[in-house]
């Protein structure tokens, strides 16, 4: 593509001439051109120079110029330094959630997000040693001849040392479905023989990530009740969602539990359509942007449930699209909230995706509950307050049984 071309280039010209490839690679920092969206989504940005710089950058380049040429000890690299000046500045807007992710972090969100990934089929175990391999059954790890304890000594000719963090290694490993990634790993045969290097080439095939689970909750009495486990939202939720209830109903559930408890949330369009799934029409979300101006968001007509007693579980990591479910059927009395007070995240960030891969996320919107209530900084509080530590599940029983 045309955009990663010139991304390319100008990172070339960052080693040949340091101070004129580094004021390149600020633009896209300094000058985000591409159009906004909302919450999770991603926007393309293409760099272009502004006909004025926004500050006198002299400072900035002296004290680059200062530490390449006096600092005793190994440089890092010119992109680590690029990262983390862009780091830097993005945190001085002192908003937790307006940040720079780099490329690998970002692609694993994202396919959190997407509720599926490109993968092998294999878990690792970080050890001192290094990262031993676990292959999954049946799965192009195991089918390639990785066996149980091999030592992972390199991911498409990268190096992995134990010093490498998870997320690192995921993201070498994941890809897009259908390539292929060539594994080194070191084997030991017998305890009496030598260790063997093998290599192997495995095609990734694609792998869910489920992001709802469900069963019946058998009680004394003629009640069934459902209960469903929801641990992000994904692209794939609302899907899940509509296939646990018809299980679960199939099965003899006539009243529910939805457990977000630990929920860190996800795509907001997800939130709102897990909403309308249990509301019967009505505004489910507000978001107020920094000039006062609204977008509303409502259900559809029909509660897929029939109005069928609801209790839905929270705690203080139930954060963003939780809290905008939670928030939107607590005000409309559709279910009573059973557990700790929320995390209150109830910002929306503009998530531009930024031409190597990484993305910068800025606040540019509040959530608001249909009862016009903050989330952010406020969270939501339960209808039922349970101690920290206290199972809530028997309390929400009770009340769903009622």
Not at 250 to 260: H, M, Q, S, T, Y
Not at 308 to 330: F, K, R, Y
Request: with cysteine; aromatic share 8%.
């Amino acid at each position: 593509m045309a955009v990663r071309r010139v991304f390319y280039y100008l990172s070339l010209l960052m080693l040949t001439c340091l101070a004129f490839g580094v004021g390149y690679a600020c633009y896209p920092l300094l000058n985000p051109i591409g159009k906004s969206v909302a919450a999770a989504d991603f926007a393309s940005v293409s760099a272009q120079p502004a006909a004025t710089e926004p500050a006198d950058l002299q400072i900035y380049w002296e004290v680059w110029q200062l530490l390449d040429r006096d600092f005793y000890g190994p440089k890092p690299a010119v992109m680590k330094r690029i990262y983390g000046a862009i780091r830097g500045l993005a945190e001085s807007y002192q908003d937790p959630y307006t940040i720079f992710v780099e490329p690998q972090p970002h692609e694993i969100a994202t396919n959190e997000w997407k509720g599926s990934f490109g993968g092998i089929g294999i878990r690792f175990e970080h050890t001192e040693q290094g990262y031993i391999l676990h292959p999954e059954p049946n799965q192009p790890a195991a089918q390639a001849g990785i066996k149980d304890k091999d030592l992972l000594l390199l991911v498409d000719d990268k190096e992995i040392t134990p010093e490498m963090s998870d997320n690192d290694l995921t993201a070498l490993v994941r890809g897009e479905v259908g390539t292929e990634v060539a594994v080194v790993v070191r084997r030991q045969e017998a305890p009496a023989k030598a260790s063997v290097e093998l290599t192997f080439r495995i095609k990734r095939v694609q792998f869910e990530i489920p992001s709802v689970e469900w069963h019946l909750l058998e009680q004394p009495g003629n009640a069934r009740i459902g209960y469903i486990k929801q641990t992000i939202f994904s692209e794939r939720s609302a899907d899940e969602m509509h296939r646990a209830l018809q299980e679960l109903k199939a099965a003899g559930a006539d009243r529910f539990i939805w457990d977000l408890r630990g929920n860190p949330g996800g795509l907001v369009d997800s939130a709102v359509q897990m909403a309308d799934i249990w509301l019967d029409g009505g505004l489910i979300l507000i978001e107020e942007h920094v000039d006062k101006s609204q977008k509303t968001f409502e259900a559809t007509a029909g509660d897929e449930t029939n109005q069928a007693p609801l209790i839905v579980l929270v705690d203080g990591n139930s954060a963003s699209a939780s809290e905008i479910v939670a928030g939107a059927l607590q005000d409309h009395g559709r279910a009573k909230l059973v557990g700790e007070k929320t995390y209150g995240k109830g910002s929306v960030q503009l998530v531009y995706q930024l031409p190597d891969e990484s993305s910068l996320h800025v606040t540019n919107a509040q959530w608001f509950t249909p009862k016009h209530h903050q989330i952010s900084s406020h969270g939501l509080t339960p209808d039922v307050i349970i101690a920290p530590g206290e199972d809530p599940l028997p309390k929400a029983i009770e009340l769903v049984e009622q």
